[in-house]
């Protein structure tokens, strides 16, 4: 790089970290308004294990196509 990017960079660096501090994480400090049942922690958990290791299962299943087509 160049040093007149550099020295850009380096006047626009104040700028930058100002419009950078206004934003929070949204960090809820009290509890649920309604609390999640077991029923709902499990479909919810089983679904995302199905939605994560479906394609991957998928894929290892029909390897040997993918192979065969090369």
């Known amino acids: 790089m160049s040093a007149a990017v550099?020295?850009?960079?380096?006047?626009l660096a104040p700028a930058?970290?100002?419009?950078?501090l206004?934003?929070?994480a949204g960090i809820a400090?009290?509890?649920a308004r309604s609390p999640v049942s077991t029923v709902?922690?499990?479909i919810g958990f089983s679904?995302?294990?199905?939605?994560?290791?479906?394609?991957?299962?998928?894929f290892l299943?029909?390897?040997?196509?993918?192979k065969k087509q090369e």
């Not at 550099?6 to 006047?11: D, E, F, N, V, Y």
């Not at 679904?47 to 998928?58: E, F, H, N, Q, R």
């Not at 299943?61 to 993918?66: C, L």
């Open 6 to 11: 550099l020295r850009g960079i380096a006047r």
């Open 16 to 20: 930058l970290r100002l419009a950078a």
């Open 22 to 24: 206004p934003q929070r």
């Open 29 to 31: 400090t009290k509890p």
């Open 40 to 42: 709902e922690s499990i």
């Open 47 to 58: 679904t995302l294990t199905i939605v994560m290791l479906l394609p991957a299962g998928w």
């Open 61 to 66: 299943t029909n390897i040997e196509s993918f």
